[in-house]
């Protein structure tokens, strides 16, 4: 497939937490030109996947390719791409610094724009922003079609910037109000975010508003790890912990995240974090001989 970038402005660059977390919206033209033809540009991207972009590496210096999970929904926010993006602070660690920096305030202030991959429709008539994934897998968030989620039950675990298929997910089923119809009484999603500390809650006032006003579809339980201030009524510390074993196995201890989930066996278990959480887990799952009606985890 014919791979064509087209320039998207830097909207948002809002600081969720200095030099570690930021905000970051980027807005499509409506249409592109490109070999002498104009497109028009459609976006109808699934919730839960990730486009693709082209941002500065502040190691490298040089333009780098990089996914970038929405966490906004396409029915609400047409060709306006929103994402949270975090620095990894890993060895190599390239991107992810420089979204933090100084340079990339200056890019929006001079409205320099960022490339994001484009594919030309089967039809030939216009263009789709790229997305991560076109099926649903064990391995993405990709939501499940809307004739399915709305009678299914949800657990969603964030760690950090993790939240954003599922902030994608939430907005996109209250926009449907929540698959809510005179038979039937709708999705239910329990959202559990891990974050540090309190600045790195993203979407919070957002978050338990809808739970107080959708308390039938949506319960939030945010958890701090590390800070917390002396009135938070919500979870403290890990959500898991991980004991090595003499043998070189590991022994998961899931009983702090179990004590927000009290029915985890019929619920559907979605994860979205670094890789050795979604594999801790797994793992502990079938260490306590809890299996979900179903597991899906994306690791970055
Ligand atoms: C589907 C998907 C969705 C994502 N969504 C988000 C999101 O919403 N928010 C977010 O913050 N991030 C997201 N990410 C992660 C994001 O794409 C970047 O990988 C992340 O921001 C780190 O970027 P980086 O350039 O700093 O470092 P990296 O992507 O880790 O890479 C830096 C550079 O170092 C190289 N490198 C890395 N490790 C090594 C090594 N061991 N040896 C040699 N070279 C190495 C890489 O090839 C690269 O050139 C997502 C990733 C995927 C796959």
Not at 51 to 75: C, D, E, H, V, W
Not at 81 to 110: C, G, M, P, R, Y
Not at 252 to 262: K, Q
Request: net charge negative; proline share 6%.
């Amino acid at each position: 497939m014919k791979e064509i970038f087209v320039p998207a402005t830097i909207t948002d660059l809002t600081v969720i937490d200095p030099n570690e977390i930021r905000n970051v919206e980027l807005t499509l033209p409506q249409e592109h030109e490109f070999g002498g033809t104009v497109y028009p540009i459609i976006d109808e991207m699934r919730p839960g996947t990730a486009f693709l972009a082209k941002p500065f590496g502040a190691r490298t210096g040089r333009q780098r390719r990089r996914m970038y999970t929405r966490s906004n929904s396409s029915i609400d926010a047409k060709g306006v791409l929103q994402t949270i993006i975090n620095d990894t602070h890993a060895e190599k660690a390239d991107t992810s610094v420089w979204w933090q920096t100084d340079d990339a305030t200056a890019f929006q202030s001079a409205g320099v724009t960022v490339p994001v991959l484009f594919h030309v429709t089967p039809d030939g008539t216009a263009l789709v922003p790229y997305e991560n994934c076109s099926a649903i897998e064990d391995s993405n968030l990709r939501l499940e079609p809307d004739g399915e989620w709305p009678t299914m039950r949800f657990i969603g675990i964030a760690l950090s910037t993790g939240i954003t298929p599922f902030l994608a997910h939430i907005r996109y089923m209250k926009t449907l109000n929540f698959g809510r119809t005179e038979a039937s009484a709708g999705v239910h999603y329990s959202l559990v975010v891990s974050v540090k500390n309190p600045r790195q809650l993203l979407a919070h006032e957002e978050l338990k508003e809808m739970a107080t006003a959708f308390p039938e579809n949506f319960a939030y339980q945010p958890v701090l790890t590390r800070e917390w201030p002396d009135d938070w009524s919500h979870g403290r510390g890990r959500i898991m912990n991980i004991t090595e074993l003499h043998n070189g196995a590991q022994k998961i201890d899931l009983d702090p995240l179990l004590e927000f989930l009290l029915d985890i066996q019929n619920e559907h278990v979605r994860i979205c974090g670094n890789r050795d959480a979604c594999r801790q887990l797994d793992e502990g799952l079938t260490q306590y001989g809890l299996r979900p009606r179903s597991f899906r985890a994306e690791a970055w």
